[in-house]
Protein backbone atom coordinates (compact mmCIF):
# COMPACT_ATOMS: atom_id res chain seq x y z
CA UNK A 1 0.00 0.00 0.00
CA UNK A 2 1.48 3.31 -1.02
CA UNK A 3 1.08 5.92 1.30
CA UNK A 4 1.39 9.81 1.55
CA UNK A 5 1.54 10.37 5.13
CA UNK A 6 0.81 14.20 6.78
CA UNK A 7 0.14 15.44 10.18
CA UNK A 8 -2.95 17.00 10.43
CA UNK A 9 -2.43 19.99 12.43
CA UNK A 10 -3.63 22.54 12.68
CA UNK A 11 -0.13 23.91 13.12
CA UNK A 12 -0.02 27.28 14.63
CA UNK A 13 2.58 29.81 13.55
CA UNK A 14 2.82 33.43 14.29
CA UNK A 15 2.78 35.78 12.02
CA UNK A 16 5.76 36.69 10.33
CA UNK A 17 7.54 33.15 11.46
CA UNK A 18 8.57 30.04 9.26
CA UNK A 19 5.97 27.76 8.73
CA UNK A 20 6.95 24.22 8.46
CA UNK A 21 5.07 21.42 7.03
CA UNK A 22 6.54 17.65 6.69
CA UNK A 23 5.45 15.03 4.00
CA UNK A 24 6.92 11.13 4.37
CA UNK A 25 5.80 8.91 1.41
CA UNK A 26 6.65 5.23 1.58
CA UNK A 27 7.63 4.35 -1.72
CA UNK A 28 10.93 4.38 -2.95
CA UNK A 29 10.52 5.20 -6.48
CA UNK A 30 8.42 8.16 -6.01
CA UNK A 31 9.99 10.92 -8.43
CA UNK A 32 7.61 13.73 -8.33
CA UNK A 33 6.50 15.75 -5.25
CA UNK A 34 3.44 18.43 -5.36
CA UNK A 35 2.76 20.93 -2.79
CA UNK A 36 -1.05 22.14 -3.12
CA UNK A 37 -2.91 25.03 -0.85
CA UNK A 38 -6.73 24.55 -0.34
CA UNK A 39 -8.55 27.59 1.21
CA UNK A 40 -11.73 26.39 2.94
CA UNK A 41 -14.63 25.76 0.33
CA UNK A 42 -12.09 25.99 -2.51
CA UNK A 43 -10.45 23.93 -4.80
CA UNK A 44 -6.48 22.34 -4.24
CA UNK A 45 -4.10 25.23 -6.12
CA UNK A 46 -0.87 23.92 -6.90
CA UNK A 47 1.99 25.53 -5.43
CA UNK A 48 5.29 23.82 -5.94
CA UNK A 49 6.31 20.83 -7.55
CA UNK A 50 10.22 19.37 -7.16
CA UNK A 51 11.76 16.19 -8.74
CA UNK A 52 15.23 16.20 -7.52
CA UNK A 53 17.20 15.93 -4.05
CA UNK A 54 17.65 19.61 -2.35
CA UNK A 55 16.06 22.78 -2.29
CA UNK A 56 13.75 24.42 -4.85
CA UNK A 57 12.75 28.24 -3.68
CA UNK A 58 9.95 30.10 -4.86
CA UNK A 59 8.72 33.61 -3.50
CA UNK A 60 8.40 32.91 0.23
CA UNK A 61 7.82 29.55 -0.53
CA UNK A 62 10.85 26.51 -0.24
CA UNK A 63 10.35 22.75 -1.21
CA UNK A 64 12.58 20.16 0.32
CA UNK A 65 13.04 16.61 -1.14
CA UNK A 66 14.89 14.10 0.50
CA UNK A 67 14.58 11.09 -1.42
CA UNK A 68 16.90 8.98 0.78
CA UNK A 69 14.72 9.77 4.03
CA UNK A 70 11.43 9.66 2.06
CA UNK A 71 10.67 12.99 2.95
CA UNK A 72 9.34 16.34 1.36
CA UNK A 73 9.21 19.91 2.92
CA UNK A 74 7.28 22.71 2.47
CA UNK A 75 9.03 26.04 4.37
CA UNK A 76 6.73 29.29 4.02
CA UNK A 77 8.67 32.64 4.94
CA UNK A 78 7.36 35.66 6.76
CA UNK A 79 4.46 33.58 7.15
CA UNK A 80 1.14 36.01 6.49
CA UNK A 81 -2.56 35.34 7.70
CA UNK A 82 -3.61 34.81 3.96
CA UNK A 83 -1.34 31.10 4.12
CA UNK A 84 -3.96 30.16 6.45
CA UNK A 85 -5.60 26.74 4.82
CA UNK A 86 -4.56 23.18 4.40
CA UNK A 87 -1.75 22.32 2.80
CA UNK A 88 -1.55 19.20 0.74
CA UNK A 89 1.28 16.86 -0.47
CA UNK A 90 1.20 14.81 -3.66
CA UNK A 91 3.67 12.31 -4.61
CA UNK A 92 3.81 10.71 -8.41
CA UNK A 93 5.31 7.01 -9.39
CA UNK A 94 7.77 6.95 -12.39
CA UNK A 95 6.06 5.78 -15.07
CA UNK A 96 2.93 6.51 -13.51
CA UNK A 97 -0.04 9.70 -13.77
CA UNK A 98 -1.33 8.73 -10.42
CA UNK A 99 -1.04 11.02 -7.61
CA UNK A 100 -0.96 9.28 -4.32
CA UNK A 101 -2.19 12.32 -1.72
CA UNK A 102 -1.68 13.30 1.54
CA UNK A 103 -4.45 14.00 4.22
CA UNK A 104 -3.30 18.02 4.64
CA UNK A 105 -1.93 19.68 7.01
CA UNK A 106 -3.80 22.67 8.22
CA UNK A 107 -2.12 24.96 8.97
CA UNK A 108 -2.84 28.62 10.53
CA UNK A 109 -1.17 31.56 10.85
CA UNK A 110 -2.11 33.93 14.15
CA UNK A 111 -1.47 37.55 13.68
CA UNK B 1 -6.06 30.74 -21.31
CA UNK B 2 -9.14 29.64 -19.46
CA UNK B 3 -8.41 26.99 -16.81
CA UNK B 4 -10.56 24.37 -15.47
CA UNK B 5 -14.11 24.80 -15.78
CA UNK B 6 -16.38 23.15 -14.18
CA UNK B 7 -20.95 22.87 -13.83
CA UNK B 8 -22.83 23.06 -11.79
CA UNK B 9 -20.55 24.67 -9.24
CA UNK B 10 -23.67 23.50 -6.99
CA UNK B 11 -26.19 21.20 -7.51
CA UNK B 12 -29.56 20.15 -4.98
CA UNK B 13 -30.58 16.63 -5.95
CA UNK B 14 -33.29 14.52 -4.30
CA UNK B 15 -32.46 10.72 -2.92
CA UNK B 16 -33.22 9.14 -6.18
CA UNK B 17 -32.17 11.30 -8.72
CA UNK B 18 -29.63 11.80 -10.95
CA UNK B 19 -26.41 14.23 -11.06
CA UNK B 20 -24.45 15.00 -13.61
CA UNK B 21 -21.08 17.24 -13.70
CA UNK B 22 -19.60 18.81 -16.14
CA UNK B 23 -15.57 19.27 -16.87
CA UNK B 24 -13.92 21.10 -19.35
CA UNK B 25 -10.07 20.69 -19.07
CA UNK B 26 -8.06 23.66 -19.88
CA UNK B 27 -7.00 24.40 -22.96
CA UNK B 28 -4.67 21.81 -24.30
CA UNK B 29 -4.91 19.41 -21.46
CA UNK B 30 -6.19 15.84 -22.26
CA UNK B 31 -6.05 14.03 -19.26
CA UNK B 32 -8.65 14.36 -16.85
CA UNK B 33 -9.16 13.04 -13.47
CA UNK B 34 -12.13 13.37 -11.14
CA UNK B 35 -11.60 13.73 -7.56
CA UNK B 36 -14.42 13.60 -4.09
CA UNK B 37 -13.70 15.16 -1.10
CA UNK B 38 -16.13 15.12 1.89
CA UNK B 39 -16.14 17.58 4.49
CA UNK B 40 -12.71 17.91 6.85
CA UNK B 41 -11.68 15.05 4.59
CA UNK B 42 -8.70 14.09 1.95
CA UNK B 43 -8.92 13.87 -1.40
CA UNK B 44 -10.18 10.46 -3.02
CA UNK B 45 -9.24 9.79 -6.59
CA UNK B 46 -12.03 8.13 -8.25
CA UNK B 47 -11.39 8.50 -12.15
CA UNK B 48 -8.75 8.66 -14.91
CA UNK B 49 -9.64 9.90 -18.58
CA UNK B 50 -8.23 10.46 -21.68
CA UNK B 51 -10.30 11.71 -24.54
CA UNK B 52 -12.76 8.58 -25.24
CA UNK B 53 -10.94 6.21 -22.83
CA UNK B 54 -11.43 5.94 -19.52
CA UNK B 55 -7.47 5.00 -18.58
CA UNK B 56 -8.61 4.26 -14.53
CA UNK B 57 -11.83 4.09 -12.48
CA UNK B 58 -10.39 2.05 -9.61
CA UNK B 59 -11.41 4.70 -7.27
CA UNK B 60 -15.09 4.77 -8.60
CA UNK B 61 -17.83 2.88 -7.03
CA UNK B 62 -19.09 0.23 -9.20
CA UNK B 63 -23.19 0.87 -9.06
CA UNK B 64 -24.58 4.00 -10.02
CA UNK B 65 -21.37 6.22 -11.09
CA UNK B 66 -19.97 6.76 -14.56
CA UNK B 67 -17.48 8.58 -16.53
CA UNK B 68 -17.19 9.59 -19.72
CA UNK B 69 -14.95 12.34 -21.70
CA UNK B 70 -16.09 12.45 -25.31
CA UNK B 71 -14.23 13.57 -28.32
CA UNK B 72 -16.11 16.49 -28.11
CA UNK B 73 -17.49 18.69 -25.11
CA UNK B 74 -16.84 18.12 -21.77
CA UNK B 75 -15.94 15.52 -19.39
CA UNK B 76 -19.10 14.08 -17.77
CA UNK B 77 -19.19 12.18 -14.28
CA UNK B 78 -22.90 10.76 -13.68
CA UNK B 79 -24.19 9.49 -10.53
CA UNK B 80 -27.42 7.64 -10.94
CA UNK B 81 -29.86 7.20 -8.04
CA UNK B 82 -28.29 9.44 -5.56
CA UNK B 83 -28.13 9.00 -1.88
CA UNK B 84 -27.26 10.85 1.17
CA UNK B 85 -24.01 9.45 1.11
CA UNK B 86 -23.11 11.21 -2.30
CA UNK B 87 -23.35 14.55 -0.96
CA UNK B 88 -19.11 15.86 -1.04
CA UNK B 89 -17.05 18.29 -3.02
CA UNK B 90 -16.34 16.85 -6.58
CA UNK B 91 -13.07 17.88 -8.35
CA UNK B 92 -12.03 17.77 -11.63
CA UNK B 93 -8.28 17.91 -12.67
CA UNK B 94 -6.44 17.93 -16.60
CA UNK B 95 -3.08 17.76 -16.74
CA UNK B 96 -0.97 18.80 -19.93
CA UNK B 97 0.83 15.49 -22.18
CA UNK B 98 3.74 16.45 -21.42
CA UNK B 99 3.26 16.15 -17.53
CA UNK B 100 0.48 14.15 -16.92
CA UNK B 101 1.56 14.06 -13.25
CA UNK B 102 1.20 17.73 -13.01
CA UNK B 103 -2.38 18.58 -12.46
CA UNK B 104 -4.66 21.56 -12.00
CA UNK B 105 -8.16 21.66 -10.35
CA UNK B 106 -11.45 23.13 -11.16
CA UNK B 107 -13.56 24.89 -8.69
CA UNK B 108 -15.53 21.93 -8.06
CA UNK B 109 -19.14 20.60 -8.13
CA UNK B 110 -20.47 21.03 -4.41
CA UNK B 111 -23.60 18.31 -4.49
CA UNK B 112 -25.98 17.97 -2.16
CA UNK B 113 -28.39 15.07 -1.58
CA UNK B 114 -32.01 15.96 0.33
Known amino acids: QKEVEQNSGPLSVPEGAIASLNCTYS??????FFWYRQYSGKSPELIMS??SNGDKEDGRFTAQLNKASQYVSLLIRDSQPSDSATYLC???????????WGAGTKLIIKP | NAGVMQNPRHLVRRRGQEARLRCSPM?????VYWYRQLPEEGLKFMVY????????ESGMPKERFSAEFPKEGPSILRIQQVVRGDSAAYFC????????????FGPGTRLLVL
Open chain 2, 93 to 104: ASSPPYSQETQY
Open chain 2, 27 to 31: KGHSH
Open chain 2, 49 to 56: LQKENIID
Open chain 1, 27 to 32: DRVSQS
Open chain 1, 50 to 51: IY
Open chain 1, 90 to 100: AVNLDSNYQLI
